[in-house]
């Protein structure tokens, strides 16, 4: 959520913002509805204000004196009552249109319609060169016996899976060496509920443009998360920090949820588009300094570029455009693995800057030096996803017999196995 301040100030600027995010937002609205609520407002105040004045007169007077004072307080009182209602109204449509503002993308993004329009900016690992024809992660995943689909598809519908075996220990494997590794760099770890309110899917600005992504629980007012950042994000919601404290940097794993709405008949193979996966998720609170959460970005962006160097895996980073990077990111790169079976770069990680959009929304502040009370930035970045990474583990260090090799820096997490063999 943008300052109402700046909007009001600079309109063609966030006008600007919601087109090249490709987001329909009426800013002239906004803008006369905000009038209509500071003029319901001083109204209201001003009324109060008479009437509040009146009260303490009327015990003073006598009379017919008094008696007009007792009627006039009661007609006070229903006016207040009427303006109270309409601004309730015109509140209830300010909030609707405030929370449809896009944030405003730092200079460097370029503007784009989609992902085609992102800028590549570097490429890191070989793309493997295979002698012999390569299967892709779902028929090596089958021959390895580390995955059932048609029983999980039984189960639960489409785009599903069951990781068994050896297959359910390396996503175990590659979740708990991300989370070593952040760990070891000073980020603390967290269980987070993946069951929230819906203030916590509001404040991350999940909802209300994401609603038809989540699945919902009406009976209990509950929504289940598509990453853990909606509960790390909200865990200091209403809350004061101190500047002392800052940044503060959090990684946790979560179960997550995606409805995939709108994506019918497309990734429908495999384990790349799937309604319920795990992810490791780093999420960073830091003051609100443009310098500070640039030096912070960039140190979420290497930890994901070690992780994935360390797991031998080729993969680009590219400055995502405008219309890639959503409602409330300032900034954002997109980490794509290289995936043989689809013969290009595909996303695996997101890193985001969102200076205070969510720390607006959830009322997350923090004290400077000076005492005064200022908005957080927030930051967060993706450690590991599974099953999605399983696609590159699996393709790239494919043999040509059919087995895999596990890299080295997994090797301790799965209790020394070196490599997956097909199963006789």
């Not at 089958?142 to 220990?169: M, Q, T």
């Not at 309110?197 to 699945?215: C, K, S, V």
């Not at 443009?290 to 960039?298: D, G, R, Y």
Request: aromatic share 8%; with cysteine.
């Amino acid at each position: 959520m943008l300052d109402i301040k700046f909007i009001v100030d600079n309109p063609d600027v966030v006008k600007k913002a919601a087109r090249d995010k490709n987001m329909e937002v009426d800013v002239d609205r906004l803008l006369a509805v905000y009038q209509e609520v500071k003029a319901l407002t001083s109204q209201a105040d001003t009324l109060r204000g008479e009437r509040n004045s009146l009260s303490r007169e009327i015990p003073k007077l006598n009379g017919e004196a008094k008696q007009e004072g007792i009627l006039r307080v009661r007609d006070l009182k229903d006016k207040i009552n009427e303006i109270e209602g309409r601004l309730a109204a015109v509140k209830e449509e300010f909030d609707e249109l405030m929370l449809l503002v896009p944030s405003v993308p730092l200079p460097e993004v370029p503007v784009g319609k989609d992902e085609a329009d992102n800028v590549e900016l570097r490429r890191v690992g070989d793309v493997p060169k295979f002698s012999f024809p390569f299967k892709d992660h779902l028929e090596l995943a089958e021959a390895l016996d580390i995955v059932d689909v048609p029983r999980a598809v039984e189960i639960a519908g489409s785009r599903s899976y069951i990781l068994k075996n050896s297959g359910a220990l390396l996503e175990m494997a590659v979740t708990r060496f991300v989370i070593d590794k952040l760990m070891a760099r000073g980020y603390t770890l967290l269980t987070v509920p993946v069951l929230v309110r819906e203030r916590a899917m509001m404040g991350t600005g999940y909802f209300p443009l994401g609603r038809d992504q989540a699945y919902a629980v009406p009976e209990d007012e509950l929504y289940l998360v598509g990453t853990s950042e909606v509960a790390m994000v909200s865990f200091h919601m209403d809350e004061i920090l101190s500047y002392r404290d800052l940044p503060l940097r959090y990684t946790a794993l979560s179960t997550c949820f995606r409805r995939e709405a709108g994506t019918y008949g497309k990734d429908t193979r495999g384990l790349y588009r799937v309604h319920q996966f795990q992810k490791v998720e780093q999420v960073i609170f830091c003051p609100a300094d443009a310098e500070i959460a640039a030096a912070l970005h960039e140190e979420l962006l290497a930890n994901v570029e070690e992780i994935l160097q360390e797991l031998e895996l080729p993969y680009r980073v590219a400055l995502a455009c405008t219309g890639e990077i959503g409602a409330g990111q300032v900034l954002k790169h997109e980490v794509e693995t290289w995936m043989p079976s689809r013969g290009a770069y595909c996303e695996t990680h997101s890193c985001s800057t969102l200076n205070d959009y969510q720390s607006r929304r959830l009322n997350i502040k923090y004290r400077d030096s000076d005492g005064k009370s200022k908005f957080c930035y927030t930051l967060n970045n993706t450690g590991i996803a599974s099953p999605r990474i399983l696609i590159p583990l699996l393709e790239n260090h494919q043999q040509e017999d059919g087995s895999v090799n596990i890299p080295k820096v997994l090797w301790p997490y799965m209790n020394g196995m070196k490599k997956l063999t097909p199963q006789p």
